[in-house]
């Protein structure tokens, strides 16, 4: 079975673009999630899609946004680039959104901006 | 609200060791889920280990383990005969109708393991 797949891997901006990032989640599952890591955040949700719809979404602005096609894979998007952006965005799969649904990661896609 | 706490930035290991990761949470769901995982530095997330609050028994998966302590809210990930390759990142996770079953993560812990 094939894992989780992101793209780009990599990705360098300047400020003020727009970048759309894309995940393919692994066969069968339903929800997938997005995450931002950072040296100095650490590790923070951004939204979780499930059936196209979003369940969650974390705190962070409008200009970070995202959507989940029929297929469950999922794009997320972000405006007006700004330097604080670049990270490592990571994307994650599940079957499901209960307690016992693992999450499976994949590769990430680090963003530069510049 | 539920909260994780890893306590130990960094650690450092001398192969074939022992060690333990220490977790602690806090949650007033009855019915929730914990999680390991690993990042080495290419960056990629690998989940390791899975406990649920309502298991009598600690999660084992090969070299890992999990201590649960229900009682005292803890989740200590435990790598029997440590490895170069287990150097990486290790961050626990939860899970729960209180965070809108979203996962709640960790700071995690920078582990290094000595040849």
């Known amino acids: 079975k094939a894992g989780v797949t992101q793209t780009p891997r990599y990705l360098i901006k300047t400020r003020g673009q727009q970048v759309t990032l894309s995940c393919s989640p692994i066969?069968?599952?339903?929800?997938v999630s997005w995450y931002q890591q950072t040296p100095g955040q650490g590790l923070q949700f951004l939204f979780e899609y499930f059936s196209e719809t979003q369940r969650n979404k974390g705190n962070f602005p409008g200009r970070f946004s995202g959507r989940q096609f029929s297929n469950s894979r999922s794009e997320m998007n972000v405006s007006t680039l700004e330097l604080g952006d670049s990270a490592l965005y990571l994307c994650a799969s599940s079957h499901g959104t209960n307690t016992y649904n693992e999450q499976f990661f994949g590769p990430g896609t680090r963003l530069t901006v510049l | 609200a539920q909260k994780i706490t890893q306590t130990q930035p960094g650690m450092f290991v001398q192969e074939k060791e022992a060690v333990t990761l220490d977790c602690t949470y806090d949650t007033s769901d009855p019915s929730y889920g914990l999680f390991w995982y690993k990042q080495p530095s290419s960056g990629e997330m690998i989940f390791l280990i899975y406990q649920g609050s309502y298991d009598q028994q600690n999660a084992t998966e090969g070299r890992y383990s999990l201590n649960f302590q229900k009682a005292r809210k803890s989740a200590n990930l435990v790598i029997s005969a440590s490895q170069l390759g287990d150097s990486a990142m290790y961050f626990c996770?939860?899970?729960?109708?209180?965070?809108?079953?979203?996962?709640?993560w960790g700071a995690g812990t920078k582990l290094i393991i000595k040849p």
């Open positions: 996770a939860m899970r729960g109708p209180d965070s809108n079953y979203q996962l709640i």
């Open positions: 066969s069968g599952h339903r929800s």
